[in-house]
């Protein structure tokens, strides 16, 4: 399995993360493609039996995609309770990313487009072997508009969520504040590019591209 570069995008719950990843992966940029990868939803996904299987006879592309039972009681866990996965979940988390890169088949060419994993600073090096992170893009959101944005369903893509409960957003909001913020300078200390890109309640998924498609380092990004 190749390791391949990533962008990782980061911002509170309701920032429109995973609109902005779908809407990459999209996009036509010459020899690369966006792959968009939400943690969330495949855990969502998982708990949900529909996650897909690897066809026998594909050499090492072939994982085991079952998941035991205490796996998926750490997964319900984690999306019903806004728990972040945690050193114990390493390979749990790594299992899940494999799974992902092997039904994807990204070429070396490819973009990653990390959303979710990981959450928090420890989660950077369960990525090794698999990806790395080249770029980040934060998407700078306080929190009464993730609330208002989360409520109307911006995108449409947030229906039947069971984490979106007003008690499990604010939760998630304050994990993000605690946890998952400070990775931004942690990703400046290692001389990972981090974009800053502002969302109000109407930012849409092309809003942010338009910003993002201008900068220097998206530029680099498709052309390296």
Sequence with gaps: MIEIKSLLLLGPPGAGKSPFSQYLSRLITG?????????????????SHRQKEVRPGEDDRQLETSYSHPEITRILESVNKAVLFEEQDRELARKILKNFLNRSRPSAEDILVLNGLPRHQAQVAWLEGLTKIVLAVNLDCPEEISIKRILANLDGERQGRSDDLPAIISR?????????????????????????????????????????????????????
């Design 31 to 47: 020899r690369c493609h966006f792959l968009s990868f939400d943690f969330g939803q495949e855990l969502r996904d998982i708990l």
């Design 172 to 224: 998630r909001y304050r994990l993000y504040e605690e946890r998952t913020k400070p990775l931004i300078d942690f990703l400046r200390e290692k001389e990972i590019p981090v974009l800053n890109l502002s969302v109000d309640e109407a930012t849409r998924p092309e809003d942010l591209f338009e910003e993002f498609s201008r900068s220097e380092i998206f530029n680099l990004l498709i052309s390296d």
